[in-house]
C-alpha cells in the first residue's frame, strides 16, 4: 500500500483525483546538485526534475567567491586539515577525503561543458585564496562563480532529451510503500497537484535561509526537504549546525541579504569599526569573524561594522568584483573610495538530512545531494567555496549509484 510520507495528508491536496506521472528517477531541485546529478544519469533513464520557483532561482547562481579543487599532491593534506579545522573537527573524515580527490576530475568535467574560470596573464587557471585556507586554491570567475557554472550545467541539462523539468512545482510529501521511497506528491504553479512516481528520488532541496530574518539565501528556501523527511521518518543530522557569514551588505530592511564574498577578504580588504580601526584577523574561520564582529557591534552600539576596499587594487574591484562593485554603487557606496557597512547574515546548512557516501539516506531509494543533505564534509562549520564542489561530487556519486542499481534491477541481480 502507497502511503503519503507518515501518512498525514494536509487536507487541501485531493491525492485521490491528482495527476499521475511516472519516470525512472526524480529530481527535486534545480541547483548545481540537481543539474549534475541528472547528468550524471544514464540517458536511458527517464529523468523528471521539479523546482519550487523558476530554475533560475536557486541558491547555486548566487554564490560569489569560488569552487576549491586540488591544486598539486601537496595540496592534499593542507586542504584537509583546513577543513577540518574550519569544522572544529566534527567532519566526517571519509567524506572530506572523497571531495578533495574527486576534485580535479570534476573541475575538469565542468570545463568541458563549457564552464569558464578566470586565467592568469600568461593562461594559467587563476587560483584565490579566501578565510581559513592555508593557501590559494579557489578557481573563480569574477565574483559570479555560481551562476557561470549553474548556467553551463543547466544549458546541458536542457539539452538531454530524457530529462524534462518542471518549474514551479513544490515538493509537498513523499510516497512511500512499505517503508521505500517510491515518489513525490507535489503541486503545480496553479495549485494543482500530482504525483510523481518514480524507482529512485534525489533531494537536491536547497537550505533553510528563508526562515531567518537575514539571509543570503533566496526566501523560498525553507528546508522544505528536511521537514518533510522528519515527518517520515528519515534520520537527519546536526539541524543545529548553521553558518552565519561575517559579511553581508548592510541595509535596515533587506529583502535577501547581499552577500560581500570572502573572497574580498582573501585580496585584502578589511574590517574595521565605528572608529575606523581594525579590529580582527578577517582570514579566520567564518564563524570565528562572524563572533568577532558581533562583538564589535555590541562594543560600539551599533547595527554593523565597515568592510574597507583601501587595501584591495582598483583593478581587482572592477575586475574580479565587478558584481560587488556595480550592486554597492547601486546602494549608493563606491567601495574604490569608502567602506561600506556590512552584518552578519544567515549563510549555509552544515546538517540536513543524513546520507552516507554515496548519498543515500536511511529510506530506501531515497537520496539527497546538496545543502539539504549532510555527509559530514563541512562538520560543525564550512570551509570557504567547499559547497559547490561538495555539493557536485556527491550528487554524481548518488546518480552513479543509482545507475548501478537500476541496472542490476533490470538484469534481474537487485530486488
Known sequence: ??????????????????????????????????????????????????????????????????????????????????????????????????????????????MAYGVRFDRTATGELDYTREGAHSRPRILHNADLTGAEITTKLREAVEAHTNVGIREYTTMRDLLVEDGVCVGVLATDGSNESLMIYARDVILATGG???????????????????RICQRAGVELEHMDYVQIHPTSLYTPNPDRSFLIS???????????DAHGERFTDELQPRDVVTQAIYAQMERDHTPHVWLSFENVPHEVITGHFANIYRRCLEEGYDICREPIPVVPAQHYLMGGIHVDAQSRTTMPHLYAAGETSCNGVHGKNRLASNSLLESMVFARRAALDIARTQQEYRDGRHA
Not at 543570503?216 to 522544505?224: E, H, I, P
Not at 570572502?262 to 574595521?272: F, H, K, M, T, V
Request: net charge negative.
Open 208 to 226: 533553510v535561509g528563508g526562515l531567518y530574518p537575514r539571509s543570503t539565501n533566496f526566501r523560498s528556501l525553507t528546508g522544505d526537504g528536511c
Open 262 to 272: 570572502e573572497s574580498c577578504r582573501g585580496e585584502g580588504a578589511i574590517l574595521l
Open 1 to 110: 500500500m502507497i502511503t503519503v510520507g507518515a501518512g498525514a495528508v494536509a487536507p487541501q491536496i485531493d491525492i485521490e483525483n491528482c495527476e499521475r506521472v511516472s519516470c525512472d528517477v526524480l529530481v527535486v531541485g534545480c541547483g548545481v546538485a540537481g543539474l549534475y546529478a541528472a547528468l550524471n544519469l544514464p540517458t536511458h533513464l527517464s529523468v523528471e526534475m521539479i523546482c519550487k520557483e523558476d530554475v533560475a532561482s536557486c541558491d547555486s547562481m548566487l554564490a560569489q567567491g569560488g569552487i576549491c579543487v586540488q591544486r598539486d599532491e601537496d595540496d592534499y593534506e593542507p586542504w584537509f586539515e583546513d577543513t577540518l579545522r574550519a569544522g572544529h573537527y566534527e567532519n566526517r573524515r571519509e567524506s572530506v577525503d572523497i571531495m578533495i580527490r574527486e576534485s580535479r576530475p570534476l573541475i575538469n568535467d565542468l
